[in-house]
T-cell receptor, first 113, second 110 residues
Framework: GAVVSQHPSWVICKSGTSVKIECRSL??????MFWYRQFPKQSLMLMAT?????????EQGVEKDKFLINHASLTLSTLTVTSAHPEDSSFYIC?????????FGPGTRLTVT | AQRVTQPEKLLSVFKGAPVELKCNYS??????LFWYVQYSRQRLQLLLR??SRESIKGFTADLNKGETSFHLKKPFAQEEDSAMYYC????????????FGTGTQLKVEL
């Protein structure tokens, strides 16, 4: 199989604080992981590509200093939302690449109050 | 830049009726097309990809380059097909990045 987990599944934080979301490939190694954002009843929007051992590649319009990505091992990528604001509230989904397919995590619901 | 369009937000059909979920794309090169499905309270999962030309759970999809379409079809809808369906595209040399359509909610009624 190819299972991807995310932690936490939901988180509430206060405006101005930072929150870290973990994405793990449980039974395979992934040199490449992806982070998506999904607004209510809308599609998944790719935020960035996370590459193990190197800097993440961000999509146009995504603030790299706000959404910090670290891919320190072959099974773990983290997304840190820094100085969160209410407009950052969303559903964040990661996927891990096991060629030729992306396997998706269950998502993390972030609410910033 | 590439784009994926799914014109229907919601498609409601009766059990046993044929289903067609529309997907059109815009990309000047040769894309790879996918259909992903998300059942209620479950994660996104791959349903099929055009390269493999498989039939999964009775669903098929043919890439029509002339019409730039990749419609998903099933001859007889089942209640368990009710889910959110996303069409997605990746491009050669694009690092496996996916561009998703806005999704179509399929509701199969008894």
């Amino acid at each position: 199989g190819a299972v991807v987990s995310q932690h936490p599944s939901w988180v509430i934080c206060k405006s101005g604080t930072s929150v870290k979301i973990e994405c793990r490939s449980l039974d395979f190694q992934a040199t490449t992981m992806f982070w998506y954002r999904q607004f209510p009843k809308q599609s998944l929007m790719l935020m960035a590509t996370s590459n193990e051992g190197s800097k993440a590649t961000y999509e146009q319009g995504v603030e790299k200093d706000k959404f910090l990505i670290n891919h320190a091992s072959l099974t773990l990528s983290t997304l840190t939302v820094t100085s969160a604001h209410p407009e950052d509230s969303s559903f964040y989904i990661c996927s891990a690449l096991k060629e030729p397919e992306q396997y998706f995590g269950p998502g993390t619901r972030l609410t910033v109050t | 830049a590439q784009r994926v369009t799914q014109p229907e937000k919601l498609l409601s059909v009766f059990k046993g009726a044929p289903v067609e979920l529309k997907c059109n794309y815009s990309y000047s090169g040769s894309p790879e097309l996918f259909w992903y499905v998300q059942y209620s309270r479950q994660r996104l999962q791959l349903l099929l990809r055009h390269i493999s030309r498989e039939s999964i759970k009775g669903f098929t999809a043919d890439l029509n380059k002339g019409e730039t379409s990749f419609h998903l079809k099933k001859p007889f809808a089942q209640e368990e097909d009710s889910a959110m369906y996303y069409c997605a595209l990746s491009v050669t040399g694009g690092g496996n990045k996916l561009t998703f359509g806005t999704g179509t909610q399929l509701k199969v009624e008894l």
